[in-house]
């Protein structure tokens, strides 16, 4: 917004604190108020904590204040961050296997797995080395929820699936959870130069969304692929589930060197500044060692 709508926006706002206040004036002295004109008819309006009144005039000359002219969009310093490019986003599956029923679930899952990617992409299958015991962990891909409302339709119908998978596949689990999260707007998602192992580290982020933690977040990233000892595969922030979380996997040639990789990082002064400047947003961390499954296309 130029300085000459500002200017303007405030007086349009002055006006209404003015028009509240002989309305209130002539409402106490018992006189009708005679300031309404066409198009003038008063509407109650808030403004740091205060309800003024003002006509549709007045707020239109306000919006239009705002915009700084045709074609121009308002901009919020409220704002939580910077958009999605897209409409893609992922969801997140994780199931508790019945301790005595893995090998059984793995079993049956790479049988039928096929069945489910004829209805969209997976992005990776694991199952929890460290940090989580009996528990399957997966990734799928969305163009919109749309998509993933067809493919649900499509699945619950799939005589295939539901028959050689689904009614034997939850007699073995204790839960199912999932998450919807989408990649950050800096991000895309990364593809391993060879097999090995993931590392998902879950940062439970304070209230306020990447406007206040973002670009802190993003530096402590950055730092950390820069020791080049670990790849980003990709940083998810979530949409459901619990808000202002953010996942982000790592992919390391084996545990050894990932374990190498972070003794080196933290002895590197780039790192350690990027990350006293982001974990003063950050409530609590979490992280797992993944095992990619056979039948993972993140391997």
């Known amino acids: 917004m130029g300085v000459g709508h500002e200017v303007e926006a405030v007086q349009c ?8 206040q002989a309305r209130e004036a002539a409402e106490e002295g018992g006189r ?5 004109a066409e198009n003038q008819a008063l509407l109650p309006v808030r403004q740091n904590g205060k309800t003024m009144l ?10 239009a204040a705002g915009r700084g002219g045709a074609g121009r969009q308002v901009s919020s310093s409220f704002a939580t961050g910077p958009r999605q490019g897209d409409s893609t986003f992922y969801e997140f599956r994780t199931y508790t296997v019945k301790p005595d029923k893995m090998k059984d679930f793995l079993e049956l899952t790479s049988k039928n797995i096929h069945l489910r990617t004829a209805h969209s992409p997976m992005v990776g299958y694991w199952t929890l080395e ?33 028959g050689k998978y ?23 998602l990364g593809s391993p130069p060879k ?4 590392e998902l580290v879950t940062f439970q982020m304070k209230p306020g969304g990447p406007a206040v933690w973002g670009q802190s977040f993003k530096a402590a990233i950055s730092a950390h692929i820069k020791t080049g000892y670990t790849k980003l595969i990709g940083v998810f922030h979530t ?42 947003f950050l409530e609590s961390q ?3 060692l993944l095992l990619p499954t056979g039948f993972s296309p993140l391997k």
């Open 286 to 288: 979490r992280n797992f």
């Open 166 to 188: 689904m009614s034997q596949m939850l007699r073995l689990l204790d839960k199912q959870e999932n998450e919807i999260a989408y990649l950050v707007p800096w991000c895309e």
């Open 13 to 20: 706002l002055a006006k209404c604190r003015r028009a509240g």
């Open 130 to 162: 460290f940090g989580g015991m009996n528990k399957a962990f997966h990734i799928w891909k969305y163009d919109s929820f749309t998509q993933r409302a067809a493919v649900r339709a499509a699945l619950a119908k799939d005589q295939d699936w539901q």
């Open 195 to 198: 097999d090995g192992v993931y």
């Open 54 to 63: 003002g006509s549709r005039a007045l707020f239109g000359k306000i919006a």
């Open 239 to 280: 949409e459901y589930g619990l808000l202002n979380r953010v996942h982000v996997l790592w992919w390391n040639e084996n545990p050894d060197s990932r374990a190498a990789g972070r003794h080196y990082a933290h002895e590197d002064p780039r790192v350690v500044a990027a990350v006293r400047e982001s974990v003063q």
């Open 32 to 36: 009708p108020f005679k300031g309404v």
